[in-house]
């Protein structure tokens, strides 16, 4: 199965998405892998079982969210140029969307960018994070304040991959594919509450049709200058909370889940959404074991924080809404008030 990108609009090269077709892969160049101990020890033989190049060699870095910085990047760079990549060489990112995201954006700042692709082996990064070219670190300001917008030349998703990933980073994906549905397609989020994702082909479908949105959405707005906003429904209240939390207490996926029903909450205050779709929401989401509560509070200093978010721009926050399921708001300039007020009822969550 594939999925094209095409950038009509842009000067990034198309590329193709590969789902369950992963080839014997060959390169007259030098290759670095980058992943982490956690994937190199599940999957790494198998990868090199399927790689072959002038000369190869293997990056690992730390897992999680909390490593993804300025150190590790430069931890990665470093080795590029110890082991003596130019601009020909080929750098690879195997693991979720942590490595995903550091691995493109040394690609694009190591001698002012060589290729990468991306083989992504968690369902979040499958279905999100390895699609549509968003690479970069975070700092203490917040999440993903530090990157750029660079294409890789391919991307492999493998279902099977997702055999010996964890319990809660199997749920973090699945409040992704919840969210581009909510947003995008009221089909989708149909046949989402009657599918079971821990079903093979339920899931391969839904990877699908999530990689489909996300591909037609970032081929139309590349660097997200309008409709591939939508695709932070439910990203500004989680980036808060993460920040908040030191990247330590929820994963990616999860913050997201609370994210969404904070905004549904908003939605529903602004007659965009009914109740009982945001209800239809949350169910949805309790089912995959995701959190859907968060203390938030000072709900003054939660507000504050919005503003240190990159899509916030000339002061004034602008929210991602979901207007019924299956359609989208994008919401600027609301009154401080009222998001407060929505803030207070997550207080003491």
Same mark, same amino acid.
């Given at each position: 199965?594939?999925?094209?990108?095409?950038?009509?609009?842009?000067?990034?090269?198309?590329?193709?998405?590969?789902?369950?077709?992963?080839?014997?892969?060959?390169?007259?160049?030098?290759?670095?892998?980058?992943?982490?101990?956690?994937?190199?020890?599940?999957?790494?033989?198998?990868?090199?079982?399927?790689?072959?190049?002038?000369?190869?060699?293997?990056?690992?870095?730390?897992?999680?969210?909390?490593?993804?910085?300025?150190?590790?990047?430069?931890?990665?760079?470093?080795?590029?140029?110890?082991?003596?990549?130019?601009?020909?060489?080929?750098?690879?990112?195997?693991?979720?969307?942590?490595?995903?995201?550091?691995?493109?954006?040394?690609?694009?700042?190591?001698?002012?960018?060589?290729?990468?692709?991306?083989?992504?082996?968690?369902?979040?990064?499958?279905?999100?994070?390895?699609?549509?070219?968003?690479?970069?670190?975070?700092?203490?300001?917040?999440?993903?304040?530090?990157?750029?917008?660079?294409?890789?030349?391919?991307?492999?998703?493998?279902?099977?991959?997702?055999?010996?990933?964890?319990? +809660?980073?199997? =749920?973090?994906?699945?409040? #992704?594919?919840?969210?581009? %549905? !909510?947003?995008?397609?009221?089909?989708? &989020? $149909?046949?989402?509450?009657?599918?079971?994702?821990?079903?093979?082909?339920?899931?391969?479908?839904?990877?699908?049709?999530?990689?489909?949105?996300?591909? +037609?959405?970032? =081929?139309?707005?590349?660097? #997200?200058?309008?409709?591939? %906003? !939508?695709?932070?429904?439910?990203?500004? &209240? $989680?980036?808060?909370?993460?920040?908040?939390?030191?990247?330590?207490?929820?994963?990616h996926g999860e913050a997201v889940a609370i994210g969404m029903v904070m905004a549904n909450r908003l939605a529903v205050r602004l007659g965009l959404l009914d109740q009982e779709e945001a209800d239809r929401i949350e169910v949805l989401l309790k089912r995959y074991g995701?959190?859907?509560?968060?203390?938030?509070?000072?709900?003054?200093?939660?507000?504050?924080?919005?503003?240190?978010?990159?899509?916030?721009?000339?002061?004034?926050?602008?929210?991602?809404?979901?207007?019924?399921?299956?359609?989208?708001?994008?919401?600027?300039?609301?009154?401080?008030?009222?998001?407060?007020?929505?803030?207070?009822?997550?207080?003491?969550?």
């Open positions: 199965m594939q999925t094209e990108i095409r950038f009509d609009k842009t000067a990034s090269a198309d590329y193709t998405i590969y789902i369950d077709e992963f080839p014997k892969l060959t390169f007259d160049r030098k290759v670095v892998i980058v992943t982490n101990p956690k994937v190199a020890g599940l999957h790494l033989g198998w990868l090199l079982a399927r790689i072959d190049a002038k000369e190869r060699y293997v990056i690992t870095v730390p897992d999680g969210e909390a490593y993804k910085n300025h150190q590790t990047l430069d931890l990665i760079l470093e080795n590029l140029f110890n082991h003596r990549l130019d601009r020909s060489s080929l750098l690879i990112a195997f693991g979720g969307g942590v490595i995903g995201d550091m691995t493109g954006f040394a690609a694009s700042i190591f001698q002012r960018g060589i290729d990468f692709i991306q083989i992504p082996t968690t369902l979040l990064s499958q279905v999100d994070a390895s699609v549509g070219g968003k690479t970069g670190i975070n700092n203490r300001f917040g999440k993903n304040l530090v990157g750029a917008f660079y294409q890789p030349k391919a991307v492999y998703i493998e279902t099977d991959l997702l055999k010996t990933l964890p319990k +809660r980073e199997f =749920a973090a994906g699945v409040a #992704e594919i919840v969210k581009m %549905a !909510v947003t995008f397609d009221a089909d989708f &989020f $149909a046949f989402l509450e009657q599918a079971d994702l821990h079903r093979k082909s339920d899931l391969a479908e839904a990877i699908r049709k999530s990689v489909e949105t996300k591909a +037609r959405v970032v =081929a139309e707005d590349e660097k #997200e200058k309008g409709i591939r %906003a !939508v695709l932070n429904y439910g990203h500004t &209240f $989680a980036h808060v909370i993460e920040n908040q939390t030191g990247y330590s207490r929820f994963l995701l959190p859907v509560t968060y203390d938030v509070g000072d709900s003054e200093r939660f507000y504050d924080a919005f503003f240190m978010d990159k899509k916030t721009q000339n002061a004034t926050i602008k929210f991602i809404l979901p207007h019924h399921i299956g359609g989208y708001e994008i919401v600027e300039g609301l009154d401080k008030k009222i998001v407060t007020e929505v803030l207070d009822t997550f207080k003491d969550a």
